[in-house]
Structures are given as structure tokens and as C-alpha cells.
């Protein structure tokens, strides 16, 4: 089956400063790449979200890319604020039913 | 927030008792995916229901099961429960047409502890 690696397991950084996160996956076949924002008991939030026919995904401060021939995605946060401090996952989608298999996690903390 | 619903919020279950979560999903959305999250984590995924079929189903044995209404609404029973079912349980619901990939939105999950 898929078999997702995400590091680093910890993060920290300085608020205004960058953050990156990265993942890589084993199935070639895989085509769907979405990062979730997890705070301490809340739901997984997606984020931003890209797909195999692209390489680059921006969302105001949060950024996206893809390496198909690599099979590695990361996530970027530029200018980090405090709350951007959360556990992020990375998921990969593996055939036809939609099924995300999930990265272990990142715990990102942003200091002032 | 997603418009996605789980009830309950949390349960206190004793070992080989069973169990059933609910969930609505989101307005427009057909599909139906239940995950399992262990404290500390990723979500694991335990199978998916679409057009109130199961399409796909993770590494859990058959005491995990469940149900979609023709509301879109499901159901996740587990069966003779373990200490190990200990966990956060999530749903997501999406979009699917043509079986195609589609942006899956969590609800805010059911905290089940078994004693």
C-alpha cells in the first residue's frame, strides 16, 4: 500500500520567519495531495491542496509543490504568525475511492 | 467550519461492548469516509461509503462496519470493542462523480475511550 513520510516531526520557528514541511509518498500513481491544519482538539482543516497535473499551488501566505518524478510534495508558510501553530498533516490519494493516506504529522510552533 | 456533523461528541465504552457514530454530511456531498485517529497521530482510513455502498475499506478487521442512508448520512459500528479502539474518529464527506478525486471536508470527530 502507499506509505507516506513526513518530516520534520517538530518545528520551530520565529514569528515572521519561513516554515517547511515535507512528505513523500511511494504509489507513482498517486494524484491528489492535500495538507490539513490540526489544533489541539479540533478537526482536521484542509489548507491548500494540489493535484498531479500541477506544480505549484499558492494560497496568499501558504504555498504548495510538487515533485512527481521525485514523489515528494512540501508545504511552505511564509511570515509565520502564532497562529499558525498547529499540527499539519500531508495526504496523498490512492486510486479511485478517494482514500487519503495520512503523513505522521508536523507540530509547528511559532514563537514571538 | 465544514457543514459536516458527528454525534456523539464523546462516548465511554467497556471492552467488548459495541458501538455506533454518526455523521452528517455536508450540503451536495455524496461520499461518506471514516478515519481513525490514535492520540498523536495521522488519521487512518477505515473504509468509504458511496451511493450507500462501501467503495474501499483500510487494514481494519470486519467488526469495524457501516452504513450510508439515502441521505448521505453514515453510520461506523464497532463490534466487540478493544482498549486499542481508543481513539478520535472522523469522518469526511466530499463530492464524488464519475469516482473522481475529490476535496474531502472532516467533521469534528467523536472521542471514544474504552475502559
Known amino acids: 500500500g502507499e506509505n507516506v513520510e513526513q518530516h520534520p516531526s517538530t518545528l520551530s520557528v520565529q514569528e515572521g520567519d519561513s516554515a517547511v514541511i515535507k512528505c513523500t509518498y511511494s504509489d507513482s500513481a498517486s494524484n491528489y495531495f492535500p495538507w490539513y491544519k490540526q489544533e489541539l482538539g479540533k478537526r482536521p482543516q484542509l489548507i491548500i491542496d494540489i493535484r498531479s497535473n500541477v506544480g505549484e499551488k499558492k494560497d496568499q501566505r501558504i504555498a504548495v509543490t510538487l515533485n512527481k518524478t521525485a514523489k515528494h510534495f512540501s508545504l511552505h508558510i511564509t511570515e509565520t504568525q502564532p497562529e499558525d501553530s498547529a499540527v499539519y498533516f500531508c495526504a496523498v490519494n490512492t486510486g479511485t475511492a478517494s482514500k487519503l493516506t495520512f503523513g505522521t504529522g508536523t507540530r509547528l510552533q511559532v514563537t514571538l | 467550519e465544514t457543514g459536516v456533523t458527528q454525534s456523539p461528541t464523546h462516548l465511554i465504552k467497556t471492552r467488548g461492548q459495541q458501538v455506533t457514530l454518526r455523521c452528517s454530511s455536508q450540503?451536495?456531498?455524496?461520499?461518506v469516509s471514516w478515519y481513525q485517529q490514535a492520540l498523536g497521530q495521522g488519521p487512518q482510513f477505515i473504509f468509504q461509503y458511496y451511493r450507500e455502498e462501501e467503495n474501499g475499506r483500510g487494514n481494519f478487521p470486519p467488526r469495524f462496519s457501516g452504513l450510508q442512508f439515502p441521505n448521505y448520512s453514515s453510520e461506523l459500528n464497532v463490534n466487540a470493542l478493544e482498549l486499542d479502539d481508543s481513539a478520535l474518529y472522523l469522518c469526511?464527506?466530499?463530492?464524488?462523480?464519475?469516482?473522481?478525486?475529490?476535496?474531502?471536508?472532516f467533521g469534528p470527530g467523536t472521542r471514544l475511550t474504552v475502559l
Open positions: 469526511a464527506s466530499s463530492l464524488v462523480t464519475h469516482f473522481s478525486t475529490d476535496t474531502q471536508y
Open positions: 450540503s451536495g456531498h455524496n461520499t
